[in-house]
């Protein structure tokens, strides 16, 4: 490959034309002849460019709407002679083709249709067939053509062009070449991942996943590891959280801040009522709902300050200057929330660090999209977590029933369940964790380790008795041996729910009618490993 090639002929053909006429006006100047078609052209000429119509070159007008205009020899020909190769330079010769040295497309915004939602027919036409086409002849013919698909890379290859006398360096038509391929390959998983929507297709024989980079990390989990954040394309890319927050201050989010944030923000979307999640190391250390969002954080951060500090605080209302003033009370990492008033920004200034997320709106908690994680050689695909209990899917199993005070905390501890890594138990008493057990081999040792930290919480506090008194408990799937559920009868809890389906299912709810409990059985298991 030349580490130089020369552009003496430019194709441009642009659905977004941000920056086109400067950038088309550089190449002008270098002496570069330029191709356009429709749009683009028009809009090169009303700013007194010369410009010649791809179909001067084809000698074929654009026909059925514009469907076809560069599907052509004298196009893909002119984009795919390789140089330096003798019988490649005599095609053209032979055929009467321009050799084009420089291609900028962008294609037509099918993602945008779809996120719309634009009907079949539009979405259909706004499927670019001869645009990636282009785009991928001239990637593939790299070592002489140099290809741009974001308006944004226009600034940069005027620079090569300048410092290389009219020329575009080796390494970044290598470059470009590359993010054309990733774009070409983005667009086609939106458009199979929505054909295959509309064909009914859960599990397709063949899925792509797309993302655009968002950011460069300092490093992953650790400081020896390498990472990216990237926004999906199609699928759940418009889903509200750290994707599509806005960050009004604060340091640059690390891998870990966005894993954690994310965990917080979709904890927090299960519950209409004001409600606040508090995460620390991607599992819940404090959520409360309550009758406005200031109580809430306060309840939430009461369950265990300890593992507060230096959490990530979600909110699913607005946060005013008074919610901002109570979480600046302690040192926190994030705030999320879908909006952060003016008056709250101006709280929030005074502590330089603390990163500010505005979502926008708060995610689906009922949203089916996929989840993935990798294995291997191999992807692990599932539809979210979006089921949850609510009072008629219960089914009552014990002696005594469950009041209305326990019954509303039974259906809080269950969502909050979902969120906490299993084996999972989660007091709660009056709209607030009070002790929350993660991650645990044992069941028994999860509802231990809650009843100790809400008993460490209370002493912290000064209080008297334990917190876990008279609490609601959700167990996150079924207890096989009635030890579990006597640990938390053990640590005060009046009521338990639970999937059930164990074999010992009876031999657990005679446990909780000798303790006097009251248990709801769910049948719906919410593991998350």
């Known amino acids: 490959m030349a580490d130089t090639q020369p552009v003496r002929r430019a194709l441009l053909s642009v659905w977004d034309k941000r920056g086109l006429v400067d950038f088309a006006r550089f190449l002008s100047q270098q002496g570069v002849e330029l191709l356009s078609t429709g749009g683009s052209a028009r809009a090169l000429r009303e700013a007194g460019l010369p410009v010649t119509d791809v179909s001067a070159v084809t000698e074929f007008p654009e026909i059925m709407d514009g469907r076809v205009k560069t599907l052509h020899p004298r196009i893909h020909g002119g984009l795919l002679a390789r140089a330096d190769h003798a019988d490649d330079a005599a095609a053209l010769a032979e055929h009467g083709i321009p050799a084009i040295d420089l291609l900028a497309v962008n294609l037509y915004p099918f993602e945008a249709a779809v996120a719309r939602g634009a009907d079949d027919a539009e979405c259909i036409e706004t499927i670019d067939i001869g645009g990636p086409a282009m785009v991928r002849a001239a990637a593939k013919t790299h070592d002489r053509?140099?290809?741009?698909?974001?308006?944004?890379?226009?600034?940069?290859?005027?620079?090569?062009?300048?410092?290389?006398?009219?020329?575009?360096?080796?390494?970044?038509?290598?470059?470009?070449?590359?993010?054309?391929?990733?774009?070409?390959?983005?667009?086609?998983?939106?458009?199979?991942?929505?054909?295959?929507?509309?064909?009914g297709l859960t599990w397709p024989r063949e899925i792509s996943f797309a993302g655009r980079r968002q950011q460069t990390l300092r490093y992953g989990e650790n400081p020896h590891q390498q990472a990216a954040f990237y926004a999906t394309v199609g699928r759940d890319g418009a889903r509200p959280g750290v994707a599509t927050g806005r960050q009004l201050q604060g340091k640059a989010l690390s891998y870990n801040n966005l894993n954690d944030t994310d965990a917080a923000y979709e904890t927090v979307a299960e519950f209409a009522e004001p409600a606040c999640v508090i995460v620390k190391h991607a599992n819940p250390c404090g959520v409360a709902v309550a009758d406005d969002p200031v109580t809430a954080y306060h309840d939430a951060f009461a369950c265990d300050p300890t593992s507060a500090y230096g959490g990530i605080i979600a909110v699913n209302r607005a946060v005013d200057a008074e919610l901002a003033r109570a979480v600046t009370g302690a040192f926190a990492e994030v705030v999320i929330a879908p909006e952060i008033t003016d008056d709250a920004a101006a709280v929030f200034a005074a502590k330089t660090n603390l990163r500010v997320l505005a979502a926008g709106d708060v995610p689906d908690p009922a949203s089916p999209a996929l989840t993935t994680r990798t294995l291997s050689g191999g992807l692990l695909i599932q539809s979210r977590d979006n089921a949850a209990a609510g009072e008629g899917d219960l089914e009552m199993v014990t002696d005594r029933r469950p009041d209305a005070r326990e019954l509303r905390d039974l259906l809080i501890a269950e969502r909050v369940a979902k969120h906490v890594a299993s084996n999972a138990i989660v007091y709660v008493r009056n709209g607030a964790t009070v002790g929350i057990g993660a991650g645990q081999m044992s069941r028994v040792d999860a509802a231990a380790i809650a009843a100790r930290k809400a008993r460490a919480a209370a002493e912290q506090a000064g209080e008297t008795g334990s917190r876990t008194e008279g609490a609601a408990v959700a167990s996150d799937a079924f207890f096989p041996f009635a030890d579990g559920l006597i640990a938390c009868a053990d640590a005060g809890a009046s009521a338990v729910i639970q999937p059930g389906g164990g074999k010992r299912d009876q031999e657990v709810i005679a446990a909780a009618d000798a303790r006097g409990l009251a248990m709801a059985l769910t049948h719906m298991r919410h593991f998350r490993h």
Not at 153 to 172: H, I, K, R, S, T
């Open 145 to 199: 053509v140099t290809v741009v698909t974001s308006p944004d890379d226009y600034e940069v290859v005027c620079a090569g062009m300048e410092a290389n006398a009219g020329a575009v360096p080796a390494e970044l038509r290598r470059r470009l070449a590359a993010d054309a391929f990733a774009h070409t390959a983005a667009y086609d998983a939106a458009v199979a991942e929505w054909t295959a929507q509309r064909a």
